[in-house]
């Protein structure tokens, strides 16, 4: 793999310089692809400085390079758009964040749990509702149960079309991962498929058009999209899957359904629109300031990874001591990483783009071991945010 991109565009439209370290930038995001990382591009913005770059390969047997105005499929940064489509709902009094979720879905959550179940519960993973992706397995014989069978299904599903409800009711039927409202809550997917049932019952319209019409076009994201088939936009790269090493050489998923998880991580986005929107939303210009601080209140959160972290609704906040906080999401697909956050000045923002992923493979309890490619993208991701 040769990295053909290596070197960042420098746009900067003011005189100021030294906010951004562009050669710094550029070494750091040339680590990850040494590391092992076939490709990865981002943008980083410091007031009206703008860094884009990239390194690597989006495709590994022609060795065409990666660009940063490529397309990417960013998982479950798509919970961030969700989460304010359904917070521009409260402010135009048709949802209530505190109401149950019952009273709007008592088909999907019936009984006693839907009248525990918060609206905002579902945002922040307080639910207690488990994730469905187990059992859709065990169920659907749709994914692989992660350190515990083969990828063999990722490829037999690769045009399989779910049906969201479904999907949840997958979730709601499994066993409690908590209490509703209790904390730590437990990060899951079923929570964003009911927010987009909830979006369909009170708009009218599917969520993919409600989020659209009300953050992507409000945004003026021109490469963004909530797909409705399994293809990404061109240019984009292709984006391969190790599955821990079970999958060797990774393979390209980047043909792929995305019905398995629609608003809780579908979207397709680009580094400069993830940017875009979460410096719109930081200044108030998606939802309003009043709801921003409903999105900025965190509760303790248990991550997919097991890690325990602040969640808001549909934000969480990362810092390291002595350090500004940034807020943002991350998300993951079948071979597709990403990563964007945003200083809570709304000054500094970063998005970074993979094109890998579960590159680790596990040890013997089925942890993942220490990878070259972690510190590397934690390093990228230290400049990026810090310089």
Not at 13 to 34: M, Q
Not at 279 to 296: C, D, K, T, Y
Request: one cysteine or more.
């Amino acid at each position: 793999m040769g990295s053909q991109a290596g070197r960042g565009e420098r746009e900067r439209t003011d005189a100021v310089s030294g906010s951004l370290d562009p050669a710094a930038l550029d070494a750091a995001i040339e680590n990850v692809h040494h590391a092992g990382m076939p490709g990865l591009f981002a943008e980083v913005r410091d007031g009206d400085q703008i860094w884009r770059g990239g390194a690597g390969v989006a495709d590994v047997t022609t060795g065409r390079p990666v660009t940063a105005d490529m397309r990417h499929r960013v998982g479950s940064i798509t919970k961030t758009f969700t989460a304010a489509a359904v917070l521009q709902q409260v402010e135009r009094g048709r949802i209530d964040l505190d109401a149950p979720i019952g009273r709007y879905l008592p088909g999907l959550v019936p009984g006693a749990r839907g009248d525990a179940i918060t609206v905002r519960m579902l945002i922040n993973h307080t639910s207690g509702l488990a994730e469905y992706l187990p059992h859709a397995y065990s169920s659907l014989k749709a994914f692989p149960a992660l350190a515990d069978t083969g990828p063999q299904s990722l490829d037999d599903n690769r045009f399989a079309r779910f049906q969201a409800t479904e999907l949840i009711e997958l979730g709601v039927t499994a066993p409690a991962v908590g209490t509703p409202g209790g904390t730590p809550g437990v990060y899951s997917n079923t929570n964003y498929l009911l927010l987009g049932e909830l979006l369909k019952q009170v708009t009218g319209t599917t969520a993919e058009r409600c989020i659209t019409r009300n953050v992507i076009e409000r945004a003026g994201l021109r490469d963004t999209e909530l797909p409705t088939g399994p293809y990404v936009g061109e240019p984009h790269s292709r984006i391969y899957e190790a599955w821990f090493g079970m999958i060797d050489p990774p393979r390209d998923y980047s043909v792929y359904d995305m019905s398995w998880v629609g608003p809780a991580a579908s979207l397709i986005s680009t580094v400069a629109d993830l940017n875009r929107f979460f410096g719109m939303l930081l200044a108030g210009e998606i939802v309003s300031p009043s709801s921003l601080a409903q999105m900025q209140h965190t509760v303790p959160v248990v991550s997919q990874e097991g890690r325990t972290i602040d969640y808001g609704l549909g934000l969480h906040p990362v810092e390291a001591p002595g350090r500004d906080t940034f807020w943002g999401h991350g998300g993951t697909a079948w071979g597709a990483g990403a990563l964007a956050l945003i200083r809570a000045d709304g000054r500094r923002r970063m998005a970074v783009a993979v094109n890998l992923q579960r590159w680790n493979e596990l040890d013997s309890a089925g942890r993942p071991r220490p990878h070259p490619i972690d510190d590397a993208l934690a390093a990228l991701h230290r400049v990026a945010m810090y310089g």
